[in-house]
């Protein structure tokens, strides 16, 4: 059984940089496509990044490019979004997601507000 947790979620100021993690369990990790998602209160999910399975390829929505970073450690079964000059409409409960399969963890809310 597949399970992901999402961590790292925070309170954080307009400019500020958080990271996310996401430790996943019962599945091989280096292989998966991954993806990073977001649900801003009142809106539908929006997809945020995604990366391959060995980490060499990325992508970006572009109301993230060049702020966010999405990365992985497979050593540690751990995929990662380094998110830095946060907006207050990064305000959401972000998601990792498997690539091609409905499996979800439970989310990490990111508040960014002064």
């Known amino acids: 059984q597949v399970q992901l947790v999402e961590s790292g979620g925070a309170l954080v100021q307009p400019g500020g940089s958080l990271r996310l993690s996401c430790v996943a369990s019962g599945l091989t990790f280096s292989w998966v496509p991954m993806n990073w998602w977001r649900q801003p209160p009142g809106k539908e999910r929006e997809w945020v990044a995604r990366i391959s399975g060995n980490g060499d390829s990325t992508n970006y929505a572009d109301s993230v490019l060049g702020r966010f970073t999405i990365s992985r450690d497979n050593a540690k079964n751990t995929l990662y979004l380094q998110m830095n000059s946060l907006k207050p409409e990064d305000t959401a409960v972000y998601y990792c997601?498997?690539?091609?399969?409905?499996?979800w963890g439970q989310g990490t809310l990111v508040t960014v507000s002064s």
């Open positions: 997601q498997v690539r091609g399969r409905e499996i």
